[in-house]
């Protein structure tokens, strides 16, 4: 009878090492999850808007205008709240580029040992402009040579 009272005593003891890792574990794969969407979806968004601001004409100036119509339609699609989302649209007649900043703030204080105060997401990208009569014409004299 004593020896299953030590056996009973070994299970709860293993379970109360095991618990907590298991929980620290499974809560720091679902913030590295987040983390991951939000570099994801800033990428995409920067990406999406500078395609949808290089479709216009470059001399009427609405390149811009128009990339930072669409980032901003993008941003208020965003789930996870992130921290001084810095945005930047310029456009030439050749690319629009949007670049964006922002600051992911960590849950627990404790993890701030590990990442200082949060952890930076920068998104940088870059659309040519899509001038398409322009570029059909250019094909065409090239290949009539």
């Known amino acids: 009878m004593d020896m299953k009272k030590r056996k009973d005593g070994y299970m709860t003891l293993e379970a109360s090492l095991i618990l907590p890792l298991a929980v620290i574990l499974i809560a720091a794969l679902l ?3 987040f983390y991951l969407y939000t570099v994801i979806f800033l990428n995409q968004a920067a990406y999406i808007s500078a395609f949808r601001g290089s479709l216009y004409e470059p001399d009427s100036g609405s390149m811009q205008a128009k990339a930072e119509e669409e980032l901003e339609k993008l941003l208020e ?13 310029r456009a030439s007649p050749l690319a629009v580029h949007v670049s964006l900043e922002a600051k992911l703030s960590l849950p627990f204080p404790g993890m701030r040992i590990f990442a200082g105060t949060g952890w930076e997401i920068k998104a940088e990208k870059k659309a040519l402009g899509r001038n398409a009569v322009s570029y059909i014409r250019l094909v065409r004299k090239t290949g009539s040579l």
């Open 31 to 33: 913030y590295l999850s």
């Open 77 to 89: 699609e965003r789930i996870l709240p992130v921290r001084n989302l810095e945005k930047q649209v």
